[in-house]
């Protein structure tokens, strides 16, 4: 296939509203467009290979094209290309959903399933609202999220959301919603792995607590490592001090896994990375090496039960999605749990990550950098903002890169990386060199 093949005509450019994205801008200058992708690489449309450090959006763990997700795929759309999980099933979403919980962390081994993360993080959010009520608790109906989280775009995740651009457009969104404040400390700045400083952080929960009172509390939820609003890691205690208000006060703790589930931590989840037992975990993305939308959220044991027991009507949860366990995303989800165990990818991203560490934080010389961080197989490089443009500096990186046949991700001045679990490290030193090199010719 000829490379302008791929190209769209300038009257196929205008129907597609491109999500997160100066369309004005994307549809009238250069655009990027990928058209393949295998294992580390994509292929943009003028035929160029692409080093991918970002797993798509966080999200294809195992890298591009892997041959088990793709004939799974392939094979269940020819077999059961639709059944409804209302009322009646499929053997697949039993099969995908007790494979998960295997390495679903503590007692969370129920998992009701949503077709993104946005989903997961809302259904979450009304399971936990729901509990209370079902143990009698129908005034514990507040919220708490953390300022600078992102817990994906619906109604319920902006509101307990922090990105204000995120917000500030969409009226006044869930009512009975407060925010703990965000964990970047600037004593903290080029710190490798967990920062020492901010485990009290955590003690601001204890304020609110006193504020609202303990009875009107429903959950606290968290990115255990706060990925879209730039990396930002947990101080060193600050989660298990977040644990420990949330039990003194029996309100739930939500985990958004939908970044650093599925191996980013070289853990299964975070939650066993920190060694922190949430009662709900989001996750979404890396469920089937981002091949077919889906996403869930993993639940406790004793919720579960409580749903079972005290529920006094037939149906326990007036919740759910027609695309609730599909087919297709379920067979993408088995293939995805298989690769993952057969090729040890987690233990894999827990070997490599020293070496990503060092060598991302070899950066802290270059041009523009003010500060880097990491834990797992992930990296926030964060940049000076130009003078009076705040993100042009960061855009013209990312530009840059894209020609130098690297995709990275920015979000405010921040370089964002979280490479598939299968990278090399000569993908490692190629990522830093590209970097170094961009970061010297951008003004
Ligand atoms: N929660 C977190 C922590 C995320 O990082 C994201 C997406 O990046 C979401 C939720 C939303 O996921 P989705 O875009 O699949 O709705």
Same mark, same amino acid.
């Given at each position: 296939m000829e490379a302008s093949d791929h190209f769209p005509s300038p009257d196929a450019l205008n129907s597609f509203w491109m999500p997160f994205t100066p369309n004005r801008a994307f549809k009238s200058g250069r655009h990027k467009l990928l058209v393949e992708a295998d294992g580390m690489y994509y292929r943009s449309h003028d035929g160029r290979e692409i080093l991918d450090s970002t797993a798509g959006l966080w999200c294809s763990n195992a890298g591009h094209n892997r041959p088990k997700i793709t004939a799974a795929i392939q094979t269940q759309a020819a077999v059961l290309d639709f059944a409804p999980t209302f009322n009646i099933a499929h053997p697949l979403a039993f099969e995908f959903t007790h494979k998960l919980s295997h390495i679903l962390?503590?007692?969370?081994k129920k998992v009701f399933l949503t077709n993104s993360g946005s989903e997961a993080a809302d259904t979450a959010l009304k399971i936990a609202l729901a509990y209370h009520r079902m143990r009698?608790?129908?005034?514990?109906t507040r919220l708490i999220g953390r300022e600078r989280?992102?817990?994906?775009?619906g109604f319920g995740g902006i509101s307990v959301g922090g990105i204000v651009k995120n917000r500030?457009?969409?009226?006044?969104?869930?009512?009975?919603v407060d925010h703990l404040p965000h964990?970047? $400390?600037?004593?903290?700045?080029?710190?490798? !792995?967990?920062?020492?400083?901010?485990?009290?952080?955590?003690d601001a929960l204890e304020r609110l607590v006193t504020l609202h009172?303990?009875?009107t509390i429903a959950a606290v939820i968290v990115e255990p490592v706060a990925g879209s609003t730039g990396v930002l890691i947990p101080p060193k205690g600050y989660l298990k001090r977040l644990r420990e208000i949330c039990d003194k006060h029996d309100i739930l703790l939500i985990f958004?896994?939908?970044?650093?589930?599925?191996?980013?931590?070289?853990?299964?989840?975070a939650a066993n990375y920190f060694d922190v037992r949430p009662d709900l975990i989001c996750m979404a993305k890396g469920i089937t090496n981002a091949t077919v939308p889906m996403g869930a959220v993993g639940v406790s044991n004793r919720i579960y039960d409580t749903f079972m027991q005290a529920s006094?009507?037939?149906?326990? $949860?007036f919740h759910g999605y027609?695309?609730? !366990?599909?087919p297709l995303a379920c067979a993408a989800g088995i293939a995805t749990l298989e690769t993952y165990e057969e090729e040890g990818l987690f233990a894999r991203a827990a070997e490599i990550s020293p070496y990503w560490q060092d060598a991302v934080h070899s950066?802290?010389?270059?041009?523009?950098?003010?500060d880097i961080r990491n834990l797992g197989l992930i990296a926030g490089i964060e940049l000076t903002p130009r003078e009076g443009a705040p993100t042009a500096r960061a855009l013209e990186v990312f530009d840059r890169c894209f020609e130098a046949g690297l995709l990275i991700r920015v979000t405010g001045d921040i370089i964002a990386m979280s490479p598939p679990l299968i990278i090399e490290k000569a993908h490692i030193d190629c990522i830093v060199e590209t970097l170094r090199r961009v970061l010297d010719q951008t003004a």
């Open positions: 962390p503590y007692d969370l009698g608790n129908g005034a514990k989280a992102y817990h994906g775009t500030m457009h969409f009226g006044t969104l869930l009512t009975g964990t970047h $400390l600037p004593q903290n700045v080029f710190s490798k !792995g967990e920062p020492e400083h901010g485990a009290d952080l955590a009172d303990a009875s958004d896994e939908v970044i650093t589930g599925f191996g980013r931590l070289g853990t299964p989840f006094e009507t037939p149906i326990e $949860l027609t695309y609730s !366990g599909h950066l802290r010389d270059a041009k523009h950098v003010i």
